[in-house]
């Protein structure tokens, strides 16, 4: 999961911007503890998702070309499909749990009609029945945004804007132009605290906006916003002015916005302020009205989130005509309704969607709506799948699991010697307090007060938005209470991720997570350890990267760690960031090593401490040596590891990823982490000469 979580999940409970997880965007006899969790066969060109020896091409040496040597065949046969813009073993994961998710919808849709009011039940079926029905959705075409924006067009004055802006962060549930939000306080996660936070931008990197090679994004966008403005009903001879405004104006945001490398230190990101700075910073906002309509107290201190960002906002509220600013807000309502409109303004993103990724082909209908359902009833929807489709067995072994990886990971700190003894004490104790949960949260979001129509699929929209976000507004000046596995792009249940959290020191393991590749319940010992192992691993490892390690066992924003060990750490990271600057992942195209270095750190922490894990087991398990399949069982934890990430993708798609995304692509997870396990090289025989090998002195020590 990426190191910027710790922002995601700030501006997430804030004002509902989200990221990236531990992904970037075994055969069937492993998976068949529960009904609909066996994949269809051929699903994965016609290889079994799970680990397996015929991905391999034993042609290829491992010491010469690892990827080749593990997935080589599986390479040869896959192709991109053109709804994606990339493909890996996960891809067929992800396909599975969507085909297990739409069974449920279709079954909820059928049977919510009798359904108790409020229930699950009757909120996820109703909530895809009104998706679905696209005659309804078609003859009203863009008119359920026309009430919004005639509000819009009835603001005349500071005050005015300021309570709009309010207001549509409410029934929008984010930051519409800027925003605020309840957010548990960085410094002090015993309490609440309001941030204030700069507006979303519509494309998802800066350098979309600002990159001379992203120039076709930007002519794709431009018309898109031109054609969506026109199919609202906004004359074609305004629609394309309009949309050069908008575009204008998102990009001196985007030029003031954090670069992702320096987003990964929060103290560059955030700023604490009193209300009076803030009234101050935002002159040209009437902050006292925007606070007042969200309910928010206008005094005390506040977080501000992207502060140069939102100083470009208030200085474009006073160089812009107020017409130019209710257009722009018009256009951000229009966009965020463009789902749940009629399906045309949905065709419209295919130009746009090919320019970002390559991506040929739109997502099916009834996927798009499933997506829907999931971003707003995820705990509803969580609570009908995990109960369909994820047994206790499962759980019960991966919480076991946990444990083994967690006590790996504990006695590499308790033989540490680089750390001076105060701050290994507390990275011990930080690690003995991470929270690590399985499956499905402790407590469901209670969402029975909220009023979902079968026949209203945009006022569903506004409903539920609303209803969550004064949920979030009302928690300030009460006791932090944590909402798991309630980020719809990381960790719902029916999400396929993991992820950690350095502002709660806890980890949520989804339970549609929970299958082949990266957990086969009737996979071997090695396997497991170096499937879903590693990824227990490398969210552990993420509490104590360049980011993580900001965050205490609490998860307070708070330096526990010593000048000298701080110095230490960079030392140490240096040929982390070398190893990844050094590789070229398209011609002319190198990753950013600063970028990457939270995944790949976590990636080499994951897969050390799961090797460790499986040595310990194979010591006191004898029994449990054996070769299968002419492969140790180090050889298959390796190989294992490396089949997870094999992938292909469009090469829009991987400059795009590589500019902006934090995960590394998938065959260079498959080689560095392995290159920094010693257990590799004694595994295969690998050699100084050979391609794979990297000296000891290079290779990466940290934890």
Request: net charge neutral; glycine share 8%; proline share 6%.
């Given at each position: ?52 020896p ?43 749990v ?46 359920p ?57 519509a ?27 026109v ?21 001196r945001v985007?030029?003031?916005?954090v ?17 009076a ?14 606070f ?16 140069a ?58 996927q ?54 105060a ?45 969550l976000?004064?949920r ?95 110095r ?43 090797y ?23 050889q ?41 396990t010693n ?7 690998i ?17």
């Amino acid at each position: 999961m990426t190191d910027r979580r710790w922002i995601h999940r700030l501006i997430a409970l804030a004002c509902a911007t989200l990221g990236a997880g531990f992904l970037t965007p075994g055969d069937a006899a492993d998976n068949t503890q529960a009904p609909g969790r066996t994949a269809p066969a051929g699903s994965n060109f016609g290889f079994p998702l799970s680990f397996d020896p015929s991905k391999m091409d034993v042609a290829v040496t491992p010491g010469q070309d690892f990827p080749r040597h593990a997935a080589g065949r599986w390479l040869d046969a896959a192709t991109v499909p053109a709804d994606r813009p990339y493909v890996s073993g996960v891809i067929p994961m992800v396909k599975h749990v969507e085909d297990q998710v739409a069974d449920l919808l279709g079954d909820a849709m059928a049977r919510s009609p009798g359904a108790t009011r409020g229930s699950a039940l009757q909120l996820v079926g109703d909530f895809y029945a009104s998706g679905m029905d696209v005659a309804h959705r078609q003859s009203l075409g863009a008119e359920p945004v026309k009430p919004l924006w005639t509000r819009i067009d009835g603001i005349g004055d500071a005050a005015a804007l300021a309570r709009m802006i309010g207001q549509l962060g409410i029934t929008h549930n984010g930051t519409v132009l800027l925003g605020a939000g309840v957010i548990p306080d960085l410094e002090d996660p015993t309490r609440y605290i309001v941030a204030v936070v700069d507006g979303e931008l519509a494309l998802p990197s800066t350098a979309d906006y600002l990159a001379p090679e992203r120039a076709g994004v930007r002519s794709a966008y431009l018309g898109y916003i031109t054609d969506a403005l026109v199919m609202a009903g906004v004359p074609a001879q305004d629609a394309g002015a309009r949309a050069a405004k908008v575009l204008e104006m998102e990009t001196r945001v985007a030029a003031k916005r954090v670069t992702p490398e320096r987003a990964r230190d929060p103290h560059n990101v955030v700023r604490r302020m009193s209300f009076a700075a803030l009234k101050t910073l935002l002159g040209n906002v009437d902050v006292e009205s925007m606070f007042q309509a969200m309910g928010l107290p206008a005094r005390g201190e506040v977080l501000v989130v992207e502060g140069a960002a939102l100083e470009e906002r208030n200085a474009m509220l006073a160089q812009y005509p107020l017409q130019d600013t209710r257009d722009f807000l018009k256009w951000e309502v229009l966009r965020r309704a463009v789902p749940y409109l009629s399906p045309g303004f949905m065709d419209l993103q295919a130009g746009l969607i090919k320019a970002m990724t390559g991506q040929t082909q739109m997502a099916a209908l009834p996927q798009r709506v499933g997506a829907e359902v999931a971003n707003l009833l995820g705990h509803p929807l969580g609570r009908l799948y995990v109960a369909r489709y994820f047994p206790a067995h499962d759980k019960a072994e991966v919480d076991h699991l946990v444990g083994l990886i967690r006590k790996e990971f504990r006695n590499r700190l308790v033989r540490n010697t680089w750390l001076s003894p105060a701050t290994r004490a507390r990275a011990i104790d930080k690690l003995d307090r991470m929270r690590i949960t399985v499956g499905y949260p402790e407590r469901w979001i209670d969402y029975t007060s909220v009023d979902v129509r079968r026949d209203d699929y945009h006022g569903n929209l506004l409903r539920l938005n609303t209803f969550l976000g004064r949920r979030n507004l009302m928690r300030l000046g009460k006791p932090v209470a944590e909402d798991s596995f309630a980020d719809p792009r990381h960790n719902l249940p029916t999400v396929v991720n993991a992820g950690y959290d350095g502002t709660r020191n806890a980890i949520e393991i989804p339970a549609a997570f929970l299958q082949p590749p990266f957990y086969a319940p009737k996979a071997d010992v090695a396997v497991k350890m170096c499937t879903m192992g590693a990824v227990i691993g490398h969210e552990m490892t993420h509490g104590f990267d360049a980011t993580g390690r900001l965050f205490d066992a609490k998860g307070a924003m708070r330096d526990w760690w010593t000048a000298i060990d701080a110095r230490a750490f960079a030392e140490r990271s240096r040929n982390l960031i070398a190893q990844a600057a050094a590789f070229e992942a398209l011609p002319g195209v190198r990753l950013n090593g600063n970028l990457t270095a939270g995944e790949n750190l976590a990636d080499i922490g994951g897969l050390n401490f799961a090797y460790d894990a499986l040595q310990r087991h194979l010591k006191s398990h004898p029994g449990a040596r054996r070769v299968i399949d002419g492969f140790t069982p180090e050889q298959r934890c390796f190989l294992a590891w490396g089949q997870n990430w094999a992938d292909k993708s469009n090469a829009d798609f991987q400059r795009q990823t590589i500019a902006n995304d934090p995960h590394p692509p998938g065959v260079y997870r498959m080689i560095a982490p392995a290159q920094n396990t010693n257990g590799f090289y004694a595994a295969f025989g690998i050699r100084p000469g050979d391609r794979m090998w990297r000296d000891p002195k290079d290779r990466v020590s940290i934890w």
